[in-house]
């Protein structure tokens, strides 16, 4: 899968813009604040219908412009399809083959894509409710069931918060406080037990491209933290052995959500928490466990990255983690190929080899890629690379054709 061209229409600093990508590379070229990282957005919105650096819709929107429109045709083999975006400021429409969709995940499981920006740092650098955030959409790409489930285990964890906040007393309120823990321990320890499967694949692959990209003598790791596991090692509730081997999550796009052992662990454990902490619960008004308060460590050597890492070693690890992203989507893609790679100014702050290792690995890694620099002569391009050059200067996208054609 792959995306062929786009149409922009006053889409941020972009009046106008009609781009035809090549399959395989793509690169961006362009000075600060000209329009990079914008036109890497558009292909993002184009996959997610989000941006993955701004919430607010109206920053879309070009100054003075009354709404902006994306358009973009995703290539799948013989297959071609439509995707639009509009917004303006009242909403958005979302379109695919020109018919509107009503639900996201009609438009969201069409294009998919794995971003690499800078703001990604935060995965590593920042809270655990990014983290969690990350591995939400994570776990929505690779599994169909799973946004319903996050969705009911939100509103689960939404009606009980507002009913212990009422620290009511009597039988009715017990009898209410028992059915909404029930759904919050039913979906939590589904939606858990997913990011727990989407954790330890990413974890797999991110040995393999930590080792490639980063460094071969250190070993990268992820590791799941419970919260009820009670401790700050982490991990969640020992699963048997026959039970990590035989894993029904693993098959991508499951419509059905996982009940294996795992889940039942989970439940069990968060179960048992929540009555530990009934007291705590009651005075704070907020449920302690599940997996809105679960988290996951990324550690090189058995170091928290977070703690010890360098800054250079924490982009590293990061970008290992969205190579390793790749890999786990490519797998189980109904057949569509691995997902776009959209890198945002990937090699910044990292030395020549580093950078080199990167591209050596993108060669490998045969899916489209996008990617956006100041200097193409910072990249090592090996001469017989397939791919296209863009020059982006004040919004205007300019195509410098093939890359062997303009060296
Ligand atoms: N809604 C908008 N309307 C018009 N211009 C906008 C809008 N939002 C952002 N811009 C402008 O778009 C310009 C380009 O932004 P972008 O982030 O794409 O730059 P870039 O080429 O990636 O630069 P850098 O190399 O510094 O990352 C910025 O100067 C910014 O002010
Ligand atoms: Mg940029």
Redesign the pocket.
């Known amino acids: 899968m792959y995306i062929d061209r786009i149409y922009l229409q006053n889409f941020?600093?972009i009046h106008r813009a009609e781009i035809n990508f090549f399959p395989y590379f793509n690169i961006i070229e362009?000075?600060?604040?000209?329009?990079?990282?914008?036109?890497l957005e558009s292909v993002y919105l184009l996959s997610t219908a989000r941006s993955f650096r701004s919430r607010e819709r109206g920053?879309?929107?070009?100054?003075e412009s009354e709404g902006c429109e994306l358009k973009g045709i995703v290539r799948e083999g013989a297959l071609e399809r439509e995707l639009a975006v509009s917004i303006s400021p009242g909403g958005r429409r979302l379109t695919v083959n020109r018919n509107p969709v009503r639900r996201f995940s009609d438009f969201a499981w069409i294009l998919q894509t794995v971003v690499f920006s800078p703001d990604d740092l935060l995965i590593v650098k920042g809270s655990p409710s990014l983290r969690r955030r990350y591995l939400d959409q994570l776990c929505f790409q690779l599994w169909r069931g799973y946004a319903g489930e996050a969705q009911k285990f939100n509103a689960a964890l939404r009606h009980r918060n507002a009913l212990l906040k009422t620290r009511g007393q009597s039988p009715a309120w017990r009898e209410q406080m028992r059915a909404w823990t029930d759904q919050l321990l039913s979906y939590g320890a589904r939606v858990s037990a997913y990011r727990q499967r989407a954790v330890e694949r990413l974890d797999r692959e991110l040995d393999r491209s930590f080792r490639l990209v980063a460094d071969e003598t250190k070993r990268a790791r992820l590791v799941y933290r419970c919260s009820a596991a009670g401790d700050t090692q982490g991990g969640a509730p020992a699963q048997a052995p026959e039970q990590a081997q035989k894993n029904p999550v693993e098959g991508a796009h499951l419509e059905t959500p996982p009940d294996d052992g795992l889940t039942r662990a989970l439940r069990e454990a968060y179960a048992e928490e929540l009555s530990r902490r009934a007291d705590h619960e009651r005075l704070s008004g907020s449920t302690p466990v599940g997996p809105h308060r679960d988290d996951f460590a990324m550690l090189i050597d058995g170091r928290e990255a977070q703690r010890f890492g360098s800054q250079g070693q924490q982009r590293l690890f990061v970008l290992s983690l969205k190579l390793g992203e790749l890999s786990c989507l490519g797998d189980g893609n109904d057949g569509g190929g691995p997902p776009v790679l959209l890198l945002?100014?990937f090699s910044s702050e990292l030395d020549a080899e580093r950078i080199e290792r990167s591209i050596e690995y993108l060669l490998g890694f045969g899916g489209q890629v996008i990617l956006?620099t100041?200097s193409i002569a910072r990249l090592p391009l090996p001469p017989s690379l397939r791919g296209k050059r863009f020059r982006?200067e004040q919004?205007v996208v300019e195509d410098l054709g093939e890359l062997r054609a303009c060296k």
């Not at 362009?30 to 036109?39: A, E, I, S, V």
């Open positions: 941020r600093n362009g000075k600060n604040g000209q329009g990079k990282t914008n036109l920053d879309f929107i070009r100054w945002d100014d956006t100041t982006v919004g």
